[in-house]
C-alpha cells in the first residue's frame, strides 16, 4: 500500500530549525517561519529554533549541541545550500555526517525542476544521518522550504506513510 495508513498511530518528531544566513532575524525569517508552522501544523515538535551566520564552524557547533541532545531527532536546516564563498552549510554537513542519504537530495532537485527547471542545479539540498540523528538541508528560500516540507518531510516523517518512512527507522539508528 502506498500512503498514509491511518489505522496507525501517528508519532510526533522532535525537530529543530536552523536558518544560517548573514541577513535573516526572527522578525524576517520566511524560511524558517514556514518550516515551523509546516511541522507544527503536521503535529510534530519544534524542539529548538535558531539563526545563526554562514560560518561553517558555528553551523557544526549548532549541528553537534543538537545532535547530541536525546529532544532532538532530526534538524532541518535552511539557507546556505547555494554556491557563493558565503554558502557553507553542506560543508559543515560532511564535518558531522556519518552516513550520506543521497536520494534526499536527489529527489528534492528532480521535484524543484518540475516548478524552477535547470536552476536546480544550483541547489546543494542534502541529509546526512549523524550519531543517530537525521539532518537535512534546504535552501533558503521559501517556496524551497515549501516544496522540501510538502514533497518529501511531510510524508518521510509521518510514521504512518507506507511503504517506509524516516520514522520508523529512528529505533535502530544507533546500532553498530
Known amino acids: 500500500m502506498l500512503g498514509v495508513d491511518t489505522s496507525l498511530p501517528f508519532k510526533p518528531v522532535r525537530i529543530a530549525v536552523l536558518t544560517v544566513s548573514d541577513t535573516r532575524t526572527f522578525e524576517n525569517d ?8 509546516r511541522l507544527e501544523q503536521d503535529g510534530h515538535i519544534l524542539a529548538a529554533r535558531e ?4 560560518d561553517a564552524k558555528k553551523i557544526v557547533e549548532v549541528l553537534n549541541r543538537w545532535i547530541d541532545d536525546p529532544e532532538v531527532d532530526c534538524v532541518i536546516t535552511t539557507g546556505g545550500t547555494g ?5 557553507v552549510t553542506p560543508e559543515a554537513f560532511e564535518t558531522v555526517r556519518e552516513k550520506d542519504i543521497p536520494g534526499f537530495g536527489e529527489y528534492f532537485r528532480w521535484m524543484s525542476a518540475q516548478k524552477i527547471g535547470t536552476s536546480t542545479i544550483q541547489s546543494r539540498a542534502m ?3 549523524s550519531r543517530g540523528t537525521y539532518l537535512f538541508a534546504l535552501p533558503g ?14 510524508y518521510q ?20
Open 157 to 176: 516523517l509521518d510514521f504512518r506513510h507506507r511503504p517506509c518512512n524516516f520514522v520508523e527507522l529512528m529505533p535502530r539508528l544507533r546500532e553498530v
Open 51 to 54: 539563526i545563526i551566520i554562514d
Open 127 to 129: 541529509a546526512v544521518l
Open 30 to 37: 520566511r524560511s524558517g517561519d514556514t518550516l515551523v508552522a
Open 83 to 87: 554556491l557563493t564563498g558565503r554558502d
Open 141 to 154: 528560500s521559501t517556496g524551497a522550504c515549501k516544496d522540501g516540507w510538502d514533497e518529501i518531510l511531510h
